[in-house]
């Protein structure tokens, strides 16, 4: 996987070039599907434009493939501006995080990938 790829999309986001950073993330391949880092950033695209919903959905599949500090972050933002405070710090804790996300998958049938046949 080319990650320059990814760091040129994550500074388009950051120079708020949003339209032309989803366009470079629509061009991706399917390997990048359970790319951790790809899938952060169309996280961070939700979330700027207050689609907090489909940025929490995408961070925990994110979760699935890999931990990322910056991935607990921006869910305890989320769930603050969703005025559920108390998990927003227990995501922020990096002590209380696992327990807390787990008991949330847990709640939200059809995030975890793993541990399920069809």
Do not use: C, H
Not at 18 to 24: G, I, K, N, P
């Amino acid at each position: 996987m080319d990650s320059s790829k990814l760091k040129s999309i994550d500074k388009l986001i950051n120079d708020k070039k949003l339209d032309q950073a989803q366009m470079e993330l629509s061009k991706l391949g399917p390997e990048f599907l359970k790319n951790t880092q790809y899938l952060y950033l169309r996280s961070k695209i939700f979330y700027i434009n207050k689609l907090y919903y489909l940025a929490l959905d995408t961070l925990l599949i994110a979760l699935e493939f890999g931990e990322n500090e910056k991935i607990y972050i921006l869910i305890s933002k989320i769930y603050k501006i969703l005025g559920n405070f108390e998990l927003s710090k227990k995501v922020a804790n990096p002590e209380l995080r696992i327990n807390a996300i787990t008991a949330l998958k847990n709640e939200l049938t059809g995030i975890s990938q793993k541990g399920y046949e069809i």
